[in-house]
T-cell receptor
Framework: GDSVTQMEGPVTLSEEAFLTINCTYTATGYPSLFWYVQYPGEGLQLLLKATKADDKGSNKGFEATYRKETTSFHLEKGSVQVSDSAVYFCAPLQRGGADGLTFGKGTHLIIQP | KAGVTQTPRYLIKTRGQQVTLSCSPISGHRSVSWYQQTPGQGLQFLFEYFSETQRNKGNFPGRFSGRQFSNSRSEMNVSTLELGDSALYLC????????????FGSGTRLTVV
């Protein structure tokens, strides 16, 4: 089945720092790719997505580009804020969603003022 | 616009009992998926329902079952509870085409004692 590799952290950064959270995946075919964010005590929120190679998903200052050659979907943000502190999940989804979303372990991000 | 509603938020059950969790999707969403989140295993796909039919199923024992009603509301049932079933159970809804992404509820925290 599909699998996802991402750093678990915690990743600690200062406010206004540049953020990169790496995500690589193994999957058959060309899945859609998603980043979800989970704030403490809450469910997951869709942050951004990309459905085909070279697509760039973006939302709230976050970006990620679907790299088919390297099977990666790294999350970036130019200037993080304290409110970005959360757990971030990378998740591929096969066409038809046969196995549901395959989540990585999640990256715990802590932003210090 | 109401989000995905899961009830109850918290639940404590005794080993051997059974439990039913409820999920009301976003209005108009016809697909409902269930996930189990634990510290050890992370997020794992349980099953997906679409128009009252189970469309996809993860790798969980038969003690885990679900159903979907004509109004798209879904229930998940776990019989003969085990200590290892303690987890956050998340429900997610979608229009039906997986590429649109899923909207998650806040989850039901189940503790088995």
């Amino acid at each position: 089945g599909d699998s996802v590799t991402q750093m678990e952290g915690p990743v600690t950064l200062s406010e206004e720092a540049f953020l990169t959270i790496n995500c690589t995946y193994t999957a058959t075919g060309y899945p859609s790719l998603f980043w979800y964010v989970q704030y403490p005590g809450e469910g997951l929120q869709l942050l951004l997505k990309a459905t085909k190679a070279d697509d760039k998903g973006s939302n709230k200052g976050f970006e990620a580009t679907y790299r088919k050659e390297t099977t990666s979907f790294h999350l970036e943000k130019g200037s993080v804020q304290v409110s970005d502190s959360a757990v971030y999940f990378c998740a591929p989804l096969q066409r038809g969603g046969a196995d549901g979303l395959t989540f990585g372990k999640g990256t715990h991000l802590i932003i210090q003022p | 616009k109401a989000g995905v509603t899961q009830t109850p938020r918290y639940l404590i059950k005794t080993r051997g009992q059974q439990v039913t969790l409820s999920c009301s999707p976003i209005s108009g969403h016809r697909s409902v998926s269930w996930y189990q989140q634990t510290p050890g295993q992370g997020l794992q796909f349980l099953f997906e329902y679409f128009s009252e039919t189970q469309r996809n199923k993860g790798n969980f024992p038969g003690r885990f079952s679900g159903r979907q009603f004509s109004n798209s509301r879904s229930e998940m049932n776990v019989s003969t509870l085990e200590l290892g079933d303690s987890a956050l159970y998340l429900c997610a809804s979608s229009w039906g085409q997986a590429d649109y992404g899923y909207t998650f509820g806040s989850g039901t925290r189940l503790t088995v004692v």
